[in-house]
């Protein structure tokens, strides 16, 4: 077999689709074209989506140099800069990935628990009562708070603010939604509006220069956070980071370290409150940590984590992840020409009935009782690009919702179905999830 079947429609409505309705378009072509079908994205080639998990697992276990995966990255590069990990390939990405992985240990995000917990009691006890509001932005702050700190540490100076309005008035900018969706659309189309939103990522970028500056001129600091360990990093040959790479990654990590895990949360809050059983339990054992409870005891709760999975498992925030062919290659029985783009569909593969009984049902209970293997359970995808944050990840999803449970008592408002949007790179809850917040708390702690 050569290429798999295709949707009756014409490039530009399959790139719409799957700009507006990602979930339901790939369920949709799912079910009219089977498990492997082919998509045609404009201006970015052919995609064959994958579901079937041994498919997944040959590509993602597959020789690094034939699956690319920073190529599909590309339209990332104007605001993450060349040197971002999210672009580079082959012996590049192996050392800049070892260089930052000593972040992300076990111990260095358990440091964060009570940071986690603290910054999430504060906001969550800020909420008014009887009020419906959107809860993603409440999540972002959290998010957001801690990986600035972990990428610069705790001080809170004024440039520190600064850099911190000037990245979220980016991420928060149309034109940069636009921008990704099309770089050419947002950048000839939008004139005037292009050059101040380029004017933005220059002031963030010098800001960000200025932390590096400093930091490079002191002298034997062990901090701890991330900035310091990128500093400090050699690579095999005992050379340093370069200026710009530790700027292109600190903005990535910035980037991918708090926009993924705030729509999680926030689909979590969704899946919570619309499951009355699951919310019960889960709040039943946080409760029963007692009034003084830590952040790493909330973590260690093995019912959280299956929530916390189960959510990942049926809203990944990141549907599909790509790699480009570089040669001929034949995965799943199909054969890839070079420049074609293999894509497991995580959203696919997290529904499949063989491995995944009752596939639509929201279910922890099912991570309790058996443990699936990387390729059939992927919400971080895969290989040697497997998310770097996934460790933190987890521990943040969980720590924030263990402390909401503990302490808010909150109900949806607003939709009562969630429809999934894109934000970003990321699919999204409509709405960013509504909810209210009654007057009966659940616990009265420090
Ligand atoms: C719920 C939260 C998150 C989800 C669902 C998620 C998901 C993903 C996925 C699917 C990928 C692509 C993997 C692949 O292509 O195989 C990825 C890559 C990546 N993620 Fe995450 N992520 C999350 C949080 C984070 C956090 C907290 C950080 C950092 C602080 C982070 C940093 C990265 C980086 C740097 C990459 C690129 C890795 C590489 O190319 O080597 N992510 N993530």
New binding site residues.
């Given amino acids: 077999m050569s290429l798999p079947p295709r949707p009756e429609l014409s490039s530009v409505q399959q790139t719409l689709q799957w700009m507006t309705r990602p979930y339901g378009f790939l369920e949709e072509c799912a079910a009219g074209l089977g498990e492997t079908f082919a998509l045609d994205f404009r201006g970015y080639g052919v995609g064959v989506i994958f579901s079937n998990s041994e498919a997944i697992q040959e590509i993602?276990g597959g020789d690094p140099e034939v699956f690319w995966?920073?190529a599909g990255n590309g339209i990332l590069k104007p605001f993450l800069g060349e040197n971002s990990?999210?672009l580079l390939e082959g012996e590049r990405?192996r050392r800049e990935?070892k260089l930052?992985m000593p972040s992300?240990g076990r111990g260095r995000v358990q440091a964060y628990g009570e940071l986690i917990h603290r910054v999430t009691r504060e906001i969550c006890r800020s909420w008014a009562f009887d009020e419906p509001f959107a809860v993603r932005p409440s999540m972002q702050k959290v998010a957001f708070r801690l990986?600035i700190e972990?990428v610069f540490g705790p001080e809170r100076t004024e440039r520190r603010r600064r850099l911190s309005l000037a990245f979220a008035a980016v991420l928060d900018d149309e034109l940069f939604n636009l921008a990704l969706l099309s770089q050419r659309a947002g950048g000839e189309a939008a004139g005037q509006r292009w050059a101040q939103f380029v004017a933005q990522l220059d002031e963030l970028s010098a800001l960000i220069y200025a932390e590096i500056d400093e930091r490079r001129a002191m002298v034997n600091q062990d901090r701890g956070d991330i900035l310091a360990v990128l500093l400090e990093a050699r690579d095999e040959e005992g050379q340093p980071m370069l200026r710009e790479e530790i700027h292109d990654e600190l903005l990535?990590?910035m980037a991918?370290?708090?926009e993924?895990?705030a729509t999680?949360l926030a689909w979590g809050i969704y899946w919570l409150l619309s499951s009355p059983e699951v919310y019960e339990r889960a709040r039943r054992e946080m409760v029963a940590l007692g009034p003084e409870c830590t952040g790493a005891q909330i973590a260690s709760s093995d019912y959280l984590e299956a929530v916390v999975k189960e959510i990942?498992r049926l809203t990944?925030?990141?549907p599909v992840?790509?790699r480009q062919v570089q040669r001929q290659v034949r995965v799943g029985g199909f054969t890839l020409e070079p420049g074609m783009v293999a894509m497991p569909a995580?959203y696919l593969a997290h529904r499949r009935a063989e491995v995944f009984e009752e596939p639509e049902r929201f279910w922890p209970e099912r991570f309790l009782d058996r443990t699936y293997r990387s390729h059939q359970f992927l919400?971080?995808?895969?290989?040697?690009?497997?998310?770097?944050?996934?460790r933190?990840?987890m521990y943040?999803?969980k720590i924030v919702l263990g402390t909401l449970l503990r302490n808010v008592h909150l109900e949806l408002a607003g939709e009562r179905a969630l429809r999934p949007v894109r934000r970003l790179v990321t699919i999204a809850p409509s709405g960013g999830t509504q909810v209210v917040r009654r007057r009966e708390e659940v616990m009265a702690g420090p």
């Fill in positions: 993602l995966a920073g990990l999210l990405h990935r930052l992300f990986i972990m990535t990590l991918t370290g708090h993924s895990t999680a990942l990944p925030v990141i992840i790509a995580i919400p971080f995808g895969g290989g040697v690009r497997r998310c770097i944050g996934a933190l990840a943040e999803m």
